[in-house]
């Protein structure tokens, strides 16, 4: 069978960009993937092409909005919805598969919907969907949100969704927004090999390698710099986690949206800027998107999730695999990876307070670290 694959991102260090590279290489093993649609060009990111599976053809069409990234976000969005919506983009600025290249199409992601637009309207293809998010969060376009109705239009192809979340997948079928697509469970799951050789390398000469603190007790927070990551509640606790931890560093990991046009940017910005021109900037890094960013959770003592929407998060398996205490916020599919009270602590969304005590309470009890990682990692082990 002649498989199109689309996946927004390949090269990025987020849980759907490396969804994106398993996929594909599962979809290599049981199928010829005649075409890859993507934005990303791995050979110029974090992650190069040779690292991938081989496909027949690799298209990388170019966001037309990138071009006047720096002229401001207004006009940005503004030419970038027109071509998009009104299907210029695939006529004019890229060559794109055709239904005669492939027998089905497989979608990493409702925000790569957009690159496949022309193989789903004509509807000789069956398309699979895999869906990350909840469906109060329907991305339709890279770094956009839109409304049910965008989403559905560019999904009249779409025959089947696959869910990385039990709850999410219950929260689409309860939500009357699915229009008879079938459905199917497809849990997040981490490079397995990769997780278990770092798992196994030395806490203090990572961090010698890494330049982290040798004596510090060090919390992660492994995510984009997004609103809905929530890495803000983290900033607004500060004090109080170093009044109640003097010897806390906290480090922020993952790819800081702080250009012109990205989504959250202004958000992003400001939040790096209060952190590197406050009184705890010493104590509190910004260090962007890293390559080896599964070292550095590996270097910490703890990590801390305070998502506000997610599906299920990549980066609590790969905690769960590499005995990482875990504090999260127990929203969407969380729960399903972390139980509350065993494997980790949960927190009301936004509940500040009680987020600060729960981290407080882990690092000052190793052996309560020693239980929760012992039975995150049988729980990963068993049930992922």
């Given at each position: 069978?002649?498989?199109?694959?689309?996946?927004?991102?390949?090269?990025?260090?987020?849980?759907?960009?490396?969804?994106?590279?398993?996929?594909?290489?599962?979809?290599?093993?049981?199928?010829?993937?005649?075409?890859?649609?993507?934005?990303?060009?791995?050979?110029?990111?974090?992650?190069?092409?040779?690292?991938?599976?081989?496909?027949?053809?690799?298209?990388?069409?170019?966001?037309?909005?990138?071009?006047?990234r720096r002229r401001g976000r207004g006009l940005k969005r503004w030419l970038d919805n027109l071509l998009r919506y009104r299907g210029w983009r695939r006529r004019f600025f890229a060559p794109y598969p055709t239904s005669r290249t492939c027998e089905a199409i497989v979608i990493n992601g409702g925000s790569a919907l957009h690159l496949c637009e022309s193989l789903l309207s004509d509807r000789s293809c069956p398309a699979l969907l895999v869906v990350h998010a909840p469906a109060r969060r329907l991305s339709a376009g890279p770094r956009q949100e839109q409304g049910a109705d965008t989403f559905f239009r560019r999904a009249r192809g779409v025959k089947a969704l696959a869910f990385?979340?039990?709850?999410?997948?219950?929260?689409?079928?309860?939500?009357?927004?699915?229009?008879?697509?079938?459905?199917?469970?497809?849990?997040?799951?981490?490079?397995?090999?990769?997780?278990?050789?770092?798992?196994?390398?030395?806490?203090?000469?990572?961090?010698?390698?890494?330049?982290?603190?040798?004596?510090?007790?060090?919390?992660?927070?492994?995510?984009?710099?997004?609103?809905?990551?929530?890495?803000?509640?983290?900033?607004?606790?500060?004090?109080?986690?170093?009044?109640?931890?003097?010897?806390?560093?906290?480090?922020?990991?993952?790819?800081?949206?702080?250009?012109?046009?990205?989504?959250?940017?202004?958000?992003?910005?400001?939040?790096?800027?209060?952190?590197?021109?406050?009184?705890?900037?010493?104590?509190?890094?910004?260090?962007?998107?890293?390559?080896?960013?599964?070292?550095?959770?590996?270097?910490?003592?703890?990590?801390?999730?305070?998502?506000?929407?997610?599906?299920?998060?990549?980066?609590?398996?790969?905690?769960?695999?590499?005995r990482v205490p875990i504090v999260a916020s127990e929203i969407d599919g969380i729960p399903e990876a972390v139980v509350d009270g065993e494997t980790g602590i949960l927190f009301e969304m936004d509940d500040a307070a009680a987020m600060t005590d729960a981290i407080v309470r882990l690092l000052a009890s190793s052996e309560l670290r020693e239980q929760m990682t012992s039975k995150g990692h049988q729980r990963y082990w068993t049930s992922f």
């Open positions: 069978m002649k498989v199109v694959y689309a996946n927004v991102h390949f090269g990025a260090r987020h849980g759907e960009a490396i969804a994106g590279q398993h996929i594909l290489r599962a979809l290599n093993a049981v199928a010829t993937v005649s075409a890859v649609v993507s934005y990303d060009r791995p050979e110029r990111k974090v992650l190069r092409r040779d690292e991938l599976p081989p496909a027949e053809k690799w298209y990388f069409p170019r966001p037309p909005g990138k071009l006047l990385v979340s039990r709850k999410v997948e219950k929260d689409w079928l309860e939500s009357g927004l699915l229009q008879g697509q079938s459905t199917y469970y497809l849990p997040n799951c981490c490079d397995e090999e990769e997780v278990t050789r770092i798992a196994e390398l030395d806490r203090a000469d990572l961090r010698r390698r890494l330049g982290l603190p040798l004596e510090r007790e060090i919390v992660i927070c492994l995510a984009g710099v997004l609103e809905r990551k929530g890495q803000d509640l983290v900033v607004s606790q500060l004090e109080s986690l170093l009044r109640q931890r003097p010897n806390l560093h906290v480090i922020f990991v993952g790819r800081i949206n702080d250009h012109w046009g990205a989504f959250d940017d202004r958000w992003s910005r400001d939040l790096v800027e209060q952190v590197e021109s406050g009184d705890y900037s010493e104590r509190c890094r910004f260090l962007g998107e890293k390559p080896d960013a599964l070292e550095y959770l590996r270097s910490s003592d703890l990590l801390v999730l305070p998502s506000r929407r997610e599906a299920l998060p990549l980066v609590l398996l790969e905690a769960m695999a590499m």
